[in-house]
Nanobody, 125 residues
Framework: QVQLVESGGGLVQPGGSLRLSCAAS????????IGWFRQAPGKEREGVSCISGSDGSRYYADSVKGRFTISRDNAKNTVYLKMNSLKPEDTAVYYCATLFSCPRSSLSVAFSHSWSQGTQVTVSS
């Protein structure tokens, strides 16, 4: 059965960095894409980033471009999200999820299937 196990969340100072990991089991990253999403209290869940399983193409939401970097390690069957220059507005529960492909210009939860349990990221001084 498909399972995604997420780790790396925690408390970080504004301007700091954090690295999230999404380890997959039950499938490989060769043909599936992995998306990162986040949800703050009282807000809708939004797409953050995505990496393709076929060619490694990447998608970033405008709010994180230049600050976040998504990558994958097929040998470890793991996808990473490196977050730099973190802001208080980045505070949310972060999730990873499977998709069949990455989007052109927006990342919607409607196309995601298997989800991680989420990890809390808090950016505060």
């Amino acid at each position: 059965q498909v399972q995604l196990v997420e780790s790396g969340g925690g408390l970080v100072q504004p301007g700091g960095s954090l690295r999230l990991s999404c380890a997959a089991s039950g499938f490989t990253l060769d043909y599936y894409a992995i998306g990162w999403f986040r949800q703050a209290p009282g807000k809708e869940r939004e797409g953050v980033s995505c990496i393709s399983g076929s060619d490694g193409s990447r998608y970033y939401a405008d709010s994180v471009k230049g600050r976040f970097t998504i990558s994958r390690d097929n040998a470890k069957n793991t996808v990473y999200l490196k977050m730099n220059s973190l802001k208080p507005e980045d505070t949310a529960v972060y999730y990873c999820a499977t998709l069949f492909s990455c989007p052109r210009s927006s990342l919607s939860v409607a196309f995601s299937h298997s989800w991680s349990q989420g990890t809390q990221v808090t950016v505060s001084s």
